[in-house]
């Protein structure tokens, strides 16, 4: 069975630690903002200026002034900061940020990320995840396994333009949790009920399964 976006969101959470400065993309990793575990000090932050985003409000707290980068009403907690977006994008490319969420629509087996453009498609743009995919280290991408179509999503090399060239290290879709090296994707943990060979067969770029791989845990 699959993940739902809520599910992969909890397990993108278990990466947080403690003092973390978190940069959530659009879509998915917005969802992680929900799952911060209880004690855990995380500054959430967003490109269009703010520092302590909070989950998602409820209607009682919504406030449609109050937006992240992808315009959805957002909260803040206590302490937190609004700037520029020009002081974001500062934070941004020093280096600041200890963890990135992104989405995308292919990633390969060199790390490369293609999230912002579709042929034939009209699309804004790619926002802040050039400068994210280039002034962050560490980056978890989180999408679904395959396109709509059934073509898979990790591939040998990337066929849209690229966001960033070997950036990426981890992968989680909706299948499987997965760490990138040496030209090959490493099959890490599995989604529950999901079989190796589901996972094989939906992997287009080269996929090295160890001996055991355990199912994914949410706790």
């Given at each position: 069975?699959?993940?739902?976006?809520?599910?992969?969101?909890?397990?993108?959470?278990?990466?947080?630690?403690?003092?973390?400065?978190?940069?959530?993309?659009?879509?998915?990793?917005?969802?992680?903002?929900?799952?911060?575990?209880?004690?855990?000090?995380?500054?959430?932050?967003?490109?269009?200026?703010?520092?302590?985003?909070?989950?998602?409000?409820?209607?009682?707290?919504?406030?449609?002034?109050?937006?992240?980068?992808?315009?959805?009403?957002?909260?803040?907690?206590?302490?937190?900061?609004?700037?520029?977006?020009?002081?974001?994008?500062?934070?941004?490319?020093?280096?600041?940020?200890?963890?990135?969420?992104?989405?995308?629509?292919?990633?390969?087996?060199?790390?490369?990320?293609?999230?912002?453009?579709?042929?034939?498609?009209?699309i804004k743009g790619m926002g802040g995840s050039m400068d994210l995919v280039a002034g962050a280290d560490n980056i978890i991408v989180t999408m679904t396994h395959c396109a709509k179509d059934g073509q898979?999503?990790?591939?040998?090399?990337?066929?849209?333009?690229?966001?960033?060239?070997?950036?990426?290290?981890?992968?989680?879709?909706?299948?499987?949790?997965?760490?990138?090296?040496?030209?090959?994707?490493?099959?890490?943990?599995?989604?529950?009920?999901?079989?190796?060979?589901?996972?094989?067969?939906?992997?287009?770029?080269?996929?090295?399964?160890?001996?055991?791989?355990?199912?994914?845990?949410?706790?």
């Amino acid at each position: 069975m699959t993940l739902t976006r809520e599910q992969m969101a909890r397990r993108v959470a278990r990466e947080l630690q403690d003092g973390f400065y978190v940069n959530l993309g659009i879509g998915i990793p917005t969802l992680v903002a929900n799952y911060i575990p209880d004690g855990m000090q995380v500054m959430l932050q967003s490109e269009n200026g703010l520092l302590g985003m909070g989950p998602f409000p409820t209607e009682d707290t919504l406030d449609a002034d109050m937006i992240n980068a992808g315009k959805q009403t957002v909260t803040a907690l206590p302490g937190a900061s609004i700037f520029s977006s020009a002081e974001s994008f500062a934070m941004i490319r020093g280096g600041h940020i200890d963890l990135t969420v992104l989405g995308a629509f292919e990633v390969d087996v060199q790390g490369n990320i293609a999230s912002w453009m579709v042929p034939g498609k009209l699309i804004k743009g790619m926002g802040g995840s050039m400068d994210l995919v280039a002034g962050a280290d560490n980056i978890i991408v989180t999408m679904t396994h395959c396109a709509k179509d059934g073509q898979s999503k990790l591939l040998p090399a990337c066929t849209l333009p690229l966001t960033g060239a070997g950036c990426i290290r981890r992968v989680l879709t909706d299948l499987a949790y997965l760490e990138i090296a040496d030209g090959a994707f490493h099959l890490k943990e599995r989604a529950p009920g999901v079989s190796v060979d589901e996972i094989a067969g939906k992997t287009a770029g080269q996929l090295i399964v160890p001996d055991h791989v355990p199912e994914m845990t949410f706790a």
